[in-house]
Every structure is written in C-alpha cells, then in structure tokens.
C-alpha cells in the first residue's frame, strides 16, 4: 500500500511532447479533463487505447478492502529493506525532506497552538501503509501522537524495532498489522490527520478508501496524499525507463493502470466531504537524490483536503461540495528541514 515514486528520472517537462508519439500501447486520454470538470461523475474508463496492452478501467467495486493482495505479496519481499537509505526506499527517505515539512507547516497555518520543540504535540495522525515507518518516525519527532497502519505484517516488525532504538519514539509511535477497513469501527472520527504517501496508487478500491478515510478522521481534520498521475510521461519514465531498462525500481513495482490522475482524485475527495485545499507538483532529480515542488503536476503530486465540519456534515445535500482547489507555491513546505530527520 505504499510506493516507490515514479519520478526518479528527472526530465524536462518540455520532453512530454515528444512522447506523444511513437509509444506502443499507450494514447492521449483527450477528453478526461473534461468528463472530470463537473466533479459529478467519474468515467469508467478514463483512456482508450490502440492496443490491448492496458486495459484502463477503475471501476468502483463493493469488496470489502482496498487492499490489493497482489501489492502485498511484491512489499512483503521489501520489508527488510526500509532503512536502507540507499536501497530501493532511497526515494522515500529524501522524500521526507519536503513531504515532512509541507505536513508541518499546513498543519501550524491552521491552528493558532505552537508548542515550541514539538509543534505537533496533541495531534493525533493516522498513517496509513507506514511500510517501515519512515514517515512516521519525523512526525512522531514533531511531536505528533503517530498510529501506523500496514497489512504487510513484516513491514510493522521492522517499524517496531527501528522505532525501539528511540525511547521517546517507543512512547509517541504505535504500529498495528492492520487494513484501513479493518480499523474503521474502533476508530469512527478518532485522528486529526491522516496522511497516505505513495499508497493509493496501490489500493484496491480506491472510492472505498477514501471513504474510510472519512470515517476515521474528525470533522475538519486534513487528508495528506501523495501520489502518481497517469500520464504517458509517468508511463515511459516510471515504468518503461525506471522498471525495465534502468532497474531503479523493481520490475513489477507499479501498475500504470492504477496510477491516479488529480482530477478524478480531486472528484473523489470532493464526493466523499472533502474540501481540495492544495495540489501540488514534485520532481525528483536522481542525480542529486533530491526532491522539490514544481508547477507540473505530470509526474508526482501533493494533495491536502480536509473534512467538512460537523454542521456541514449535518446539512449535506447531494451536490458536491464547491472545490476549493489552490495552487502550492513551489517555495511552501520547504521553510524548513526536520532536525533528526529519516534522510
């Protein structure tokens, strides 16, 4: 339920025209955004191909979980591998350096509370697919009371122990073999942010994930996405270039059908009582093993949405609510760096 990012080749966003022809199986998807720009239906099928190569379908099912057991069985030979900062989690590790602040710092926009040292004390934040913990553990340095959730049972043995090297971490961080489903009863509006980095492209249903989201988090409390467009950029550079002629990612590692465009995500979201607040582009130079924002969204991007309140909740109609999309400024989330950070 997490991810290794697609964007480890850094390419010029220029470049994308000249992949507009001459890619075996893959074709433009010309009227998506406009299907998705009534936010009031989603297409079954968002592009038509040529070939049969993919077969692009995202359909809504009525399963039970989210959790694709597929996706289990290619992280569960990972597992031991979380903390090697230059393995195939490299990506995520510096990762951190702007996921970690942009968290942070929409989150103390937001609340006039600052407890100087640990400016996320009392907040209580849902980790869902924390894979080894590398996202967790910053926060829970930040203060934040971190519940991470992983149905990989090994990924939440190796969490557990990197975490025990760390007495304050052992108190703050609690790991749990579980599926976001399964922890929907216990957990009925109990977290104040839920944070799912490189996990949604992985999910099985992914209309019933968001809906669970909304379930375990408190009227007006913040969703924190990042994920991978579906793009012929994010096709040839993530799956073709990074999987199988490079080896930069293990071959098999994403399914591009999966991949989720902004757009239909940004529906969902909004159909299920979310308010879109920011999305933003991120690129990852592999010369430089570092990540920054950017305008383009063609690769890797940012979603933050929050809940609507109680009393919203309580008058919602079957309109959608209005979006409230804002572009992320390049420069936000990069204020600062985490002292003691998983980089």
């Known amino acids: 339920m997490f991810s290794i990012s697609l964007s480890y080749i850094y390419a010029d966003y220029h470049a994308d025209l000249s992949f507009q022809t001459g890619l075996r199986g893959v074709l433009q998807d010309n009227d998506r955004k406009r299907q998705l720009k009534s936010c009031s239906t989603l297409p079954v099928s968002l592009i038509e191909m040529k070939s049969n190569m993919f077969t692009v379908k995202r359909p809504f099912s009525t399963s039970h979980s989210s959790v694709d057991s597929k996706e289990i069985k290619k992280f569960q030979l990972l597992a031991h591998k979380w903390w090697d900062e230059e393995g195939e989690y490299a990506a995520l590790h510096s990762m951190n350096d702007i996921r970690v602040p942009f968290i942070r710092d929409t989150l103390l926009s937001m609340s006039s509370n600052y407890h100087l040292g640990n400016p996320l004390s009392g907040v209580k934040i849902l980790d869902v697919g924390c894979g080894g913990g590398l996202l967790s553990e910053p926060l829970g340095r930040l203060g934040a009371s971190v519940t991470g959730i992983d149905p990989v049972e090994d990924n939440i043995r190796t969490a557990d122990q990197h975490k025990s090297f760390d007495p304050v971490l052992a108190k703050r961080i609690q790991y749990k073999s579980s599926s976001l489903e399964e922890i929907v009863e216990e957990s009925m509006e109990t977290f104040d942010v839920i944070v799912a980095s490189e996990v949604v492209e992985h999910v099985a249903d992914l209309e019933m994930f968001i809906k669970c989201c909304s379930q375990v988090l408190k009227p007006e409390g913040s969703l924190f996405i990042t994920t991978i467009n579906k793009t012929q950029l994010s096709y040839v550079l993530g799956i073709v270039v990074a999987e199988k002629i490079m080896g930069i990612v293990p071959e098999g590692t994403h399914e591009w059908e999966?991949?989720?465009?902004?757009?239909?995500?940004?529906?969902?979201?909004?159909?299920?009582?979310?308010?879109?607040?920011?999305?933003?582009?991120?690129?990852?130079?592999?010369?430089?093993?570092?990540?920054?924002?950017?305008?383009?969204?063609?690769?890797?991007?940012?979603?933050?949405?929050?809940?609507s309140g109680a009393q919203a909740q309580s008058h919602a109609t079957d309109t959608p609510p209005e979006t409230d999309t804002q572009q992320h400024s390049a420069t936000a989330g990069t204020a600062g760096t985490v002292p003691d950070s998983t980089v």
């Open 258 to 307: 999966k991949f989720v465009p902004p757009e239909e995500l940004e529906c969902l979201l909004e159909s299920n009582g979310f308010s879109v607040k920011t999305v933003s582009g991120m690129l990852y130079n592999p010369l430089s093993g570092s990540w920054s924002w950017t305008e383009s969204t063609s690769l890797n991007y940012a979603v933050h949405a929050v809940k």
